[in-house]
């Protein structure tokens, strides 16, 4: 978990999460606040303090002579007095006492124990004792006693030295500490707000979909050759692929994207009589049928006699896209079933070989010599090979292909691809040393910052 809150954590991450969660901080922050409001009287409270100050003498002799200085030793002593001082005017015995003196209702000797606390002054043989209570006139009642009692009780025990009031305790007019009950409402909305941020930042964190290019960059060294913006599909047309797939009147913006990465993958990679591409992902849904036939189809355009292989024996989409009738396909070539490959032309320079619809789950025939023995024999025919796998992270038939001289090209999708996932088969990959040729990054928002074509209306980008 930790490891993949470090990889997924990036700061436009965390301010875009920010962003969408201010709905969800507000509303828990004034739930927070309201219930605050309704039970926090119970904790609002305000305390006043009186504090009235002692100066010790090491001689008792001293004591009532205001024009004495006492020395450095004799400062040390008294130092060393004020702590026994103190433990008596703590003790059960001096807080009787100042309880009967005090004579108010309430007060026992716990109570005076919890309001009454001392501090020495640094350097000096002075002490002082404050007393804290809600009620600022029984904080005075009680320090004025303590200035009564103490000079004749303290040193009837502690049997040396003495001491005097040197300030004495004033009614205090202002609380020395307090929480109110708007300090409750605010703080609980406040930790409204911070749980709230914490929740969505975590979750955020947590979550390995990957919804925008930067996250790719990040946590892959493999190059991104195209960006496929998402479209929707025509309701009114019984293919729902129609809009998506690459043809003569496609959106500009689709014509572009494949435009892109054709333009990477001629200009990216060593010369060959004829190029093999694999076209993977991690899992089913992400664009790889797709991908593959456009890719297939926009090489074509570029005068590049294509063939592209249907190898999916699991769960073939290409028929639904671009649909045939023979039923007859790769599976019943490699199985010996028929003589020679059934090789659809769907256009001028673009020729398909389907999966077969009467022999599935047959990937077996993959690892045959027949299979690697097709491919040598079209690339004699053809300028570039496209082969559709079915997912990797599922199963291992595009691995079939990894010690060829065969590129990866590896699809993943906006809002659906969970970058754990295809780490996995990239490592896949890389531990049989396969050329992993690039990234397509699939279903990009029209919408989004990393999407060069945002600002474009379809009719300036027809015109």
Not at 212 to 239: A, C, L, Q, T
Not at 248 to 268: C, H, P, T, V
Request: charged letters at 25%.
């Amino acid at each position: 978990m930790f490891n993949t809150i470090l990889e997924n954590f990036h700061i436009e991450k965390i301010l875009t999460t920010l962003k969408n969660s201010i709905v969800y901080m507000v509303i828990v922050g004034v739930a927070a606040a309201i219930i605050a409001a309704v039970v926090g009287r119970s904790f609002t409270y305000r305390t006043y303090t009186a504090d009235v100050s002692f100066y010790v003498y090491s001689n008792p002799d001293n004591v009532d002579d205001m024009g004495v200085n006492q020395t450095t030793a004799e400062i040390s002593q008294a130092n060393r007095l004020i702590t026994s001082y103190v433990q008596v005017l703590r003790s059960s015995t001096f807080l009787s006492a100042l309880a009967d003196e005090v004579n108010m209702d309430g007060y026992t000797v716990e109570k005076l124990h919890r309001s009454i606390s001392t501090r020495t002054v640094n350097d000096t043989a002075m002490f002082i004792v404050y007393v804290s209570d809600p009620n600022p006139a029984n904080a005075l009642t009680i320090a004025n006693a303590i200035s009564d009692l103490a000079p004749v009780i303290i040193p009837s025990v502690v049997k040396a030295g003495g001491f005097r009031v040197f300030d004495a305790a004033e009614l205090p007019t202002a609380p020395s500490a307090s929480l109110s009950l708007t300090m409750i409402v605010a703080l609980a909305f406040a930790v409204g707000v911070f749980l709230t941020i914490v929740f969505f930042v975590i979750k955020a964190l947590l979550d390995t979909t990957i919804r925008r290019v930067y996250e790719v960059e990040d946590i892959f060294n493999i190059p991104i050759i195209g960006k496929v913006p998402s479209i929707s599909g025509d309701k009114n047309d019984d293919n729902p692929y129609s809009n998506i797939t690459l043809k003569e009147d496609s959106k500009f913006i689709l014509n572009e994207a494949y435009n892109d990465i054709r333009a990477n993958m001629l200009w990216s990679r060593e010369e060959k009589k004829c190029s093999v591409f694999v076209v993977a992902s991690a899992d089913a849904s992400e664009g790889r049928t797709i991908n593959a036939y456009n890719i297939a189809k926009a090489l074509s355009a570029a005068g590049k006699k294509v063939l592209l292989i249907d190898a999916d024996m699991r769960n073939s989409k290409l028929r639904e896209i671009i649909p045939n009738k023979d039923k007859n396909g790769l599976a019943d070539y490699l199985a010996g079933k028929i003589g020679k490959p059934v090789i659809v032309n769907k256009g001028d320079l673009l020729d398909i070989i389907y999966s077969s619809e009467n022999m599935k789950n047959k990937s077996e025939l993959l690892a045959a010599d027949k299979w690697y023995e097709l491919i040598d024999e079209m690339k004699e025919k053809y300028d570039e090979i496209v082969i559709d796998m079915p997912p990797l992270r599922v199963y291992a038939d595009a691995l079939s292909l990894a010690r060829t001289d065969a590129y990866y090209l590896i699809v993943i999708r906006e809002g659906m691809t969970k970058f754990v996932r295809t780490k996995l088969i990239v490592k896949k990959l890389e531990s049989l040393n396969a050329d992993i040729f690039g990234i397509i990054y699939n279903g990009i928002s029209t919408k989004s910052k990393d999407y060069a074509f945002r600002n474009y209306k379809e009719e300036q980008q027809k015109a």
